[in-house]
């Protein structure tokens, strides 16, 4: 069992940055990866980055609407990752939240079905 708590979301203005951190407490099971999805209203949610914690490699990807601007990095504390977003603007506004899974992905990795735990969610607003 896994249980994700995000924080750090909030408001900032076109050009700012923010830091997400998202805390992965586990009870039982091993996490392969953890990543970042946002959600927008009427919009489907979209995977915005990776990280892959079981192997040392730590390989990332992101989708490429944030590729330049976004760094996901595990932090120094085990099984919490942190996502710093630079140069905002109002189209990355929405609901961000953290999941993770607890066995290899095959495939895409932006496919929400694909992890099988998440958290809450924290909300992100860019005003223009």
């Known amino acids: 069992q896994v249980q994700l708590v995000e924080s750090g979301g909030g408001s900032v203005q076109a050009g700012g940055s923010l830091g997400l951190s998202c805390a992965a407490s586990i009870f039982s099971d091993t996490i392969y990866y953890m990543a970042w999805f946002r959600q927008a209203p009427g919009k489907q949610r979209e995977g915005v980055a990776l990280i892959a914690i079981f192997t040392a490699s730590r390989r990332t990807y992101y989708a490429d609407s944030v590729t330049g601007r976004f760094t996901i990095a595990q932090n120094s504390a085990k099984n919490t990752v942190f996502l710093e977003m630079n140069n905002l603007t109002s189209e990355d506004s929405g609901m961000y939240y953290c999941?993770?899974?607890?066995?290899?992905?095959?495939?895409?990795?932006?496919?929400?079905?694909?992890?099988?735990?998440w958290g809450q969610g924290t909300q992100v607003t860019v005003s223009s």
């Open positions: 999941a993770a899974a607890t066995g290899l992905i095959y495939g895409h990795w932006y496919e929400p079905q694909k992890y099988n735990y």
